[in-house]
């Protein structure tokens, strides 16, 4: 494992180099997590593929500070472009890209505009429409997000995201690195809310050329439908893979299952 430092305002990332391969995989999280969500991935991507992790602004180590802080607005370009900018840095000129959630859109962004540096898709727990339920719930964070601790908004809309028992590692892994967050920055990430129907509007219209896996829990009640479609209407580029008995972070709740089709659809791109 290499760690290589940020520069001035760059996000935080860590890398791990592959002795052979020279494929990139760069893991995209979601709001409210940090690169630890894929612990359960790492040990067996790195014996593939050179991988590349990313706590996106606010999150993980990616903490501003007085002087470094991100005085960039936060749209879903700005932070696909701290992507970008990662791997400028890294001279990588084309990755493969697995996102969950939130990161789902930031890739997919990324993707739009940089269709040549995004090899491949893998978008776990996807979120391609907001179906009523979602709808309310961003309704409610907007009328409450300058009253209520932001942790209280959190854990509520992980309760609703993901309410079955079998979700509590994922709901708590989450509500542990949203612990870690500022309030400030919480209603940064929120403000994004206001641009999300118009984006993913565009992106279930339009299909790119670049291969994509969508990686969804059967239990997503939220998102998955409305993937289902995508998919249906996609076919040229894009595959659905539903893990049984699972919900939105199917990354934790079922990692081997995860892990091994992610891996093979990869390697089958590479």
Same mark, same amino acid.
């Given at each position: ?12 990332? +860590? ?7 020279? #494929? ?9 997590? +940090?690169? +630890? ?33 991100? *005085? ?22 084309? +990755? ?23 090899k491949s898709m893998v ?11 979602? #709808? ?43 612990? *870690?967050?500022?309030?400030k920055e919480f209603i *940064? ?82």
């Amino acid at each position: 494992m290499v760690f290589l430092p940020k520069f001035n305002q760059m996000i935080h990332y +860590s890398i791990y180099s592959h002795a052979h391969s020279t #494929q990139w995989v760069t893991f995209v999280h979601g709001a409210g997590g +940090s690169s +630890s969500i894929w612990f359960q991935q790492i040990r067996e991507f790195k014996k593939h593929f050179n991988v590349l992790l990313l706590d996106l602004r606010g999150h993980g180590n990616s903490k501003p500070t007085l002087k470094t802080a991100f *005085k960039q607005k936060y749209t879903f370009e700005s932070l696909s472009g701290d992507i970008l900018e990662v791997l400028d840095h890294l001279h990588i000129k084309q +990755s493969h890209f697995i996102g969950i959630s939130l990161g789902t859109i930031l890739i997919r962004q990324l993707a739009e505009m940089h269709p040549n540096r995004v090899k491949s898709m893998v978008l776990g727990g996807a979120i391609l429409k907001m179906n009523f339920r979602s #709808q309310l719930l961003m309704r409610l964070g907007n009328l409450f997000k300058y009253v209520l601790p932001y942790l209280v908004l959190y854990r509520f809309f992980a309760f609703v995201i993901m309410p079955k028992k079998n979700h509590k590692e994922s709901r708590n892994l989450f509500i542990k690195e949203a612990k *870690k967050l500022y309030q400030k920055e919480f209603i *940064k990430w929120f403000k994004l809310t206001a641009q999300i129907n118009p984006i993913l509007k565009c992106f279930r219209q339009i299909e790119l050329n670049i291969p994509t896996l969508y990686v969804m829990g059967e239990e997503d009640y939220m998102f998955l439908p409305s993937v289902r479609k995508v998919v249906e209407k996609h076919v040229n580029s894009a595959q659905l893979f539903v893990v049984s008995a699972c919900g939105h972070v199917v990354n934790v709740e079922q990692p081997q299952l995860f892990n091994t089709h992610v891996i093979a659809f990869i390697h089958d791109q590479s």
